[in-house]
């Protein structure tokens, strides 16, 4: 599917522009202290012209013959657009998690980490997160490292994603 820029794009968001629509796929989890699982996702960026988009994220757990089993995670925010690439994200789980990012883009790519992160007193331990999301061949592929439950940073979810 061709992307067209919106007449209305805030000239901040330029950097992030490519993730804006709806984009759709599968992905691998693992983590210390969990089994290995795979799910399918849909995340979805809109804008309205100001320099921000929202953002929608949910996932399913998938069996290996891609079906779905249960669902899994959702979250939703706002990733606002600053000069000169500088973008911060706001996250809310429904796990009980809010998160705040710092980061950078530039063309096609977007790299942010974790500057705060606070729970409910009923959340698992959760204390900060890395994302980077690209886009490959028009694709938007992503991976999430974090650290819990006593771990140190490192993989726990990535995807390769379709527009639609």
């Known amino acids: 599917m061709a992307f067209q820029f919106p007449d209305n794009l805030h000239p ?18 693992d983590y ?13 960026f809109t804008h309205d012209g100001r320099p921000f988009f929202h953002y929608m994220a949910r996932a399913w757990i998938i ?20 000069p000169e690439g500088h973008v911060e994200l706001l996250l809310t789980h ?6 705040i990012y710092y980061g950078t883009a530039e063309s096609g790519k977007l790299e ?19 994302r980077l999301y690209g886009n490959v ?17 490192q993989p726990h979810t990535w995807a390769k994603l379709q527009r639609r």
């Not at 210390?32 to 979805?44: A, D, H």
């Not at 290996?64 to 990733?79: C, H, I, P, Q, S």
């Not at 061949?137 to 940073?153: C, N, P, Q």
Request: proline share 3%.
């Open 94 to 99: 429904n796990t009980g998690f809010v998160e």
């Open 112 to 130: 942010l980490s974790t500057d705060a992160v606070v729970r409910t007193h009923t959340a698992k331990e959760y204390v900060a997160g890395h």
């Open 12 to 29: 901040q968001c330029g950097p992030v522009a490519w993730m804006l629509g709806t984009w759709a796929g599968n992905g691998h989890g």
């Open 63 to 82: 069996d290996e013959a891609g079906e779905k089993v249960r669902d899994g995670a959702l979250e939703t925010g706002f990733l606002r657009c600053l």
């Open 137 to 153: 061949d028009g694709d938007l592929l992503y991976a999430y490292d974090m650290a819990a439950m006593g771990e140190a940073l």
């Open 32 to 44: 210390p202290t969990i089994e290995p699982y795979q799910f399918g996702q849909e995340l979805i």
